[in-house]
């Protein structure tokens, strides 16, 4: 379907569900995007990889919002941080994470993924990760977009400058080596996840890769248990490392095969960004209880304007207790129970579709129970039929400040790599026009 309706003196949130649910003609170039994925000539071949192996990574299209919208995932994103930055929150948050996680050691903590659905009632808040990866393949995906109908002319406005993003991801790397380290030169990044090459975002490992080479900074991909500590430093392959950039999900490293990063972490030896601190400042689960709790807010001194913000844009969050089970399980149909520790959607339920056996373990667990914010949809063409697919927006967050927008299209219960037509989709904010609001 072409959608003719033209952007000229339309207001923008029509004109973005116009697009969101009414053009469905592609706007990537394949050839662009090769272009993009393989700039550097050690990475010849990546795109034909990507297509063949993660053929579901891509969507062929974008997704679009509205100014108002952009404007409140900003505000949502600056309220979040601010709240963090109260020693109250720090207190009720750290007293119930590791020991690991309750020392700062400085850095900020690179890509933090704000991710929201978009409602009737405006943006919320789903959940807030600390390792959140696509950022630099969504960037390039984004520089990948050409207008494919006459309604999108004038309408691919990005969130970020594409032309230089790359420097800017650049630079929160440099700024979390300078809070821990000052003036020291940085060296030698390593970007650690278990057995990197058979993670499904391997291809973004390689592209972070070349983007620190080109800066002057050797770096490796390296499987964290490949780590040694000893004689005061971490150690790989019989070199020590600078910096590491985490892409592990195990958040506290605990798992005895990342003992050597534990300890060379716990011993300020290495940088590590992300870190367990900001990981339990931000994104356990349970922290979503406390930005949705007006009153807990107010007796720590929350300004009536930051709670409103979070009021509208932070779903009702509550922890799943032994006293409140009942009412959680009679209300079921309207809640989304994830764990407090969870990550990738693993082991979270949409109340409608809990048996009594995975009811049973949700008590026996540590989990919080949200209101359920319906996703949006889009559009898109899946062998030549039109087919609407749910998205969610994620923030790529640096310092309270958003770096960039980029959208997930799926089906099903939460976002994945498998559904035709899904995948990355970038975001783009339509003009407001010259007499409008």
């Not at 034909?48 to 891509?58: D, N, Q, T, V, Y």
């Not at 983007?211 to 991909?221: K, N, Y």
């Not at 764990?339 to 109340?351: F, L, N, Q, V």
């Not at 959208?407 to 409008?436: D, E, I, K, S």
Request: with cysteine.
């Amino acid at each position: 379907m072409v959608l003719t309706v033209h952007a000229h003196g339309v207001e923008p949130a029509v004109l973005a569900e116009s697009l969101n649910s009414g053009c469905d003609c592609r706007t990537l170039s394949p050839e662009r995007l090769r272009h993009q994925l393989e700039v550097d000539p050690s990475l010849a071949g990546l795109a034909g990889e990507i297509a063949g192996s993660r053929p579901h990574l891509f969507s062929a299209t974008a997704v679009f919002i509205s100014p108002r919208q952009f404007a409140q995932l900003a505000a949502v994103v600056e309220a979040v941080d601010a709240v963090v930055a109260l020693p109250a929150y720090q207190e009720i948050v750290l007293a119930r994470a590791p020991p690991i996680a309750r020392s700062n050691p400085g850095p900020r903590g690179v890509f933090m993924g704000f991710d929201f659905h978009l409602g009737p009632s405006g943006a919320q808040l789903i959940e807030i990760n600390t390792n959140a990866g696509g950022a630099l393949l969504n960037a390039i995906l984004a520089r990948a977009q050409q207008a494919c109908c006459e309604a999108m002319a004038g309408a691919l406005r990005p969130t970020a400058d594409l032309g230089s993003i790359d420097k800017a991801y650049l630079a929160t790397f440099r700024e979390d080596w300078r809070r821990q380290r000052g003036a020291a030169p940085l060296k030698r990044i390593a970007i650690v996840d278990d057995e990197p090459e058979g993670q499904y975002l391997y291809p973004e490992f390689q592209l972070f890769q070349q983007l620190f080479r080109d800066a002057g900074i050797e770096a490796v991909i390296a499987d964290a248990r490949a780590l040694a500590w000893h004689d005061g430093s971490l150690w790989l392959a019989g070199r020590t490392v600078d910096l590491v950039y985490n892409r592990l999900a195990d958040f506290y490293l605990e798992a005895p095969g990342h003992a050597a990063l534990r300890d060379a972490y716990a011993a300020g030896a290495v940088v590590v960004t992300p870190h367990p601190h900001a990981h339990a400042l931000y994104a356990d689960k349970r922290n979503l209880v406390v930005f949705s709790d007006d009153e807990a807010l107010r007796a720590m001194g929350v300004p009536a304007s930051t709670r409103a913000v979070l009021r509208a844009g932070v779903p009702a969050t509550i922890q799943v207790t032994a006293d409140n089970a009942a009412d959680l399980w009679s209300r079921r149909r309207q809640l989304f129970f994830k764990p407090a520790r969870g990550y990738g959607s693993k082991a979270a339920y949409r109340g409608d579709k809990l048996t009594r056996r995975v009811w049973g373990e949700i008590l026996r667990s540590d989990y919080v129970a949200q209101t359920i914010a319906p996703a949006s949809e889009r559009r898109v063409q899946v062998d030549g039929v039109a087919t609407d697919l749910k998205l969610d927006v994620r923030a790529y967050v640096y310092a309270g400040c958003m770096q960039l927008l980029a959208a997930r299209l799926y089906t099903g219960q939460t976002t994945n790599f498998r559904t035709p037509g899904g995948g990355f989709a970038p975001v783009f904010v339509v003009p407001t026009p010259a007499n409008g609001p």
